[in-house]
Structures are given as C-alpha cells and as structure tokens.
C-alpha cells in the first residue's frame, strides 16, 4: 500500500509540474460591452465595427492589425476545466503528456487504491476476524507494490523528460527577440532585435472605471481584466526568443495557450523559446504574487503573419534584420516576405540591449515553465 500511496503522490507532483492545475479561468470573458472606443489610436479612427471585423488596421490597439478574438483560443472559457487549446509544438506535447498518459494513470490508480482500501474495510472488519491474522511477508506481494510503481513512474519520466528538454531549448539565430520587463504593476517590452524599440502595456480599466478621455475596455480588446491598450505583436512560424526580467519585485510572464510561464526577476535574465502555430489574439496574466495590483498586470499576445509583423514593426519605429525582411519563418506560413538573410539580429541586439552578454548566457533555470 505504501508503494500505492507513493505513486499517487508521485503522479500528482508531475501533474503539477507541467502546470496542469494552472488551468483555472482567471477572468470571465465580458463581451456587454457595446461602445467601441478608439481614442488612444494615434491615426484617424473609423466608425467602429461590429466586434468581429478583423479587417479595419485603425481598430486595433496601438497600431496593431485589427484581429478578431476567437473567444475559444488563447484565453479561459467559462466551465472549462483543461488545459487552454495549445497553439505551440511544446504546448501540444504537453497538452498530450497531461491528457493521454497523466490524467488516466492518476484516475486508474486512485479508482486501484479506493477498491483496495473498501476491500480491506469490508473483507478484514473486525466483526469477521475476531482472531488476527499474524501475516506480516508476502514476497510476491512486496515484490509487486514495489515493482510495478518503479515500473510506472519509469514510464511517466521518458516522456516527461522529453517534455522538460523541449521547454528550454534555446532559440535558434534567426529568432525574433521579445524581451518582457515586469514592473509593478505593468508589462514593458522590447525588441532588441529589431531596433530595440520598446512598447509599454497597461490594463484597460472598465468603462465606469476610466477618467474623463482615458480609454476603457471594449469587447474588441478582449476580456476584462485580460485587456491591454498595447498588444505585444509576434509573427508566427518564427521562433520567438523570450528574456525576461523585472524592475522591482519577481513577475513572471505567462500565456497559457504557448505553455510559457517564465519568471521575470529583478537584476537577472531568463530565456526560453517558442514558436507560434497559429494567429490569433492571446491573454494571460501575472504569475507571480507582486504586490497589491498583481492582478491587473495582464498580457496580451497577437500573434500575426510574418509579413503583417514586419508591417508593425516598422509602424513602431523598429527594423527588420537583414533587407527589412522577416527572420526566415521555420514552418510554411503565409509570409510574403523573408527575401533578406536574417543575419543581423545578433548585431541590432548588441547596439540595442548593452547587457548582450548576459543574454546570450541568461541561464534557463530559474524558469519555472511549470511552477
Ligand atoms: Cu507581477
């Protein structure tokens, strides 16, 4: 039984390990919301359209493309109790570990040990054993309880491993560089490699919340406590090279939907990669108990074609390595551009982020992927 109880154990601190218990909603999407207002847009703003025109660019926040949000992908669903739908190989590979191997070894074996402790309370009550039995070996028995949870936890850590190595694998060279800086109680961002231009990122407040000329939330921003009023832009197909740090206390970064959780400490930098699958407009939050308005620090993703990203980063005053192109996409993507050799992230991150060398060795382990 103690060799069950292990396990159990065992299953359940891996289960923790790949996050699966993060999957709680943080906040209910809210879609009442029926005045688009785009007053922070720095060009001529249009009459605003229905919720789900992804066609209009002066919509969008901060001179982001117009996209519509999927209310299904990239943020929590009311009722819902699994993992967000995983929009990187990573995430996927996980969503699998969680979904095909943990869930149903932890069910099987927790149904095991229930039927085994009702067998034991019914079949050795003391009303039918007045007399004890003095058994205290079985070799077989023992041989078996120890056996087969090796056997299983063996089988939980190949994948699980895999897992673990495929979230810190660095980022190859053509990758385009965000770096999140956590501050309380808000989200900056740099792109070194393209410029180093830098983007800050608030929450948008509620409409009775704002003050006279100050922006509120729309349902076209996203949910509450979800919304930014500057969307962090990333194309997908590239590999994206994540740095993080912070200004003040620990914050981590987190979108639920990439399976990218990574601290953000203070006088340090961390590093994983991913790889966007698919466009779309994805939220998460603060990880990392900060202070009194830890809450209200959310992230917000859009992930856009390569082309449309270059687009942007030009808007922002950035540039694009190489003959203003896109960093060489991995996967087949509807670029329409990548023509210039992504050769020269390396140089614009020197000029761009005097702390070069830290970043090219920030060490991968205080990322707490899982945690
Ligand atoms: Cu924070």
Redesign the pocket.
């Known amino acids: 039984m103690i060799g069950m109880k292990s396990i159990v154990m065992a299953a359940g601190l891996a289960m923790i390990g790949t996050g699966a218990v993060q999957a709680a909603p943080q906040a209910a999407p809210v879609v009442t919301v029926t005045k688009p207002e785009v007053a922070a847009a720095p060009v001529a703003a249009p009459a605003a359209p229905a919720v789900t025109a992804a066609t209009d660019p002066m919509l969008a926040v901060d001179g982001a493309p117009a996209m519509a949000i999927d209310p299904t992908i990239g943020q929590p669903v009311p009722g819902h109790i699994s993992l967000q739908p995983q929009v990187t190989k990573t995430g996927r590979q996980a969503a699998w570990f969680h979904n095909a191997l943990l869930m149903p070894v932890i069910t099987v074996i927790s149904l095991f040990v229930l039927a085994l402790l009702g067998l034991v309370i019914v079949r050795f009550r003391r009303a039918k054993n007045p007399v004890a039995s003095r058994t205290s070996h079985n070799t077989i028995l023992e041989v078996a309880w120890t056996g087969i949870p090796v056997l299983i936890l063996l089988g939980l850590a190949l994948p699980s491993i895999g897992l673990l190595q495929a979230q810190y694998k660095p980022a190859p060279k053509n990758a385009v560089v965000l770096k999140a800086i956590?501050?309380?109680?808000y989200?900056s961002y740099e792109y070194p490699g393209n410029g180093g231009f830098s983007i800050t990122s608030n929450m948008l407040k509620e409409a009775n919340e704002v003050g006279k000329g100050e922006r509120a939330r729309t349902a076209i921003d996203g949910p509450r406590l979800l919304a930014t009023d500057a969307r962090v832009v990333l194309p997908v197909g590239v590999p994206v090279r994540l740095i993080t740090t912070?200004n003040d206390?620990?914050?981590?970064w987190e979108i639920p939907a990439f399976w990218i959780k990574l601290d953000?400490i203070p006088g340090r930098l961390n590093e994983t990669s991913f790889t966007i699958e698919k466009e779309g407009v994805y939220f998460g939050v603060?990880?990392?108990?900060?202070?009194a308005?830890?809450g209200y620090?959310p992230i917000t993703v859009q992930a856009v074609s390569p082309a449309v990203f270059a687009q942007w980063v030009k808007a922002k005053g950035g540039t694009m390595p190489g003959n203003g192109a896109a960093a060489a996409p991995v996967a087949a993507t509807p670029a329409a551009v990548a023509t210039g050799e992504p050769t020269a992230v390396g140089n614009a991150a020197a000029e761009a982020l005097p702390a070069e060398a830290p970043v090219a060795g920030a060490s991968p382990a205080n990322a707490s992927a899982g945690n």
């Open positions: 956590g501050n309380q109680w989200w912070s206390v620990i914050h981590s953000a603060c990880s990392e108990l900060c202070g308005r830890h620090m």
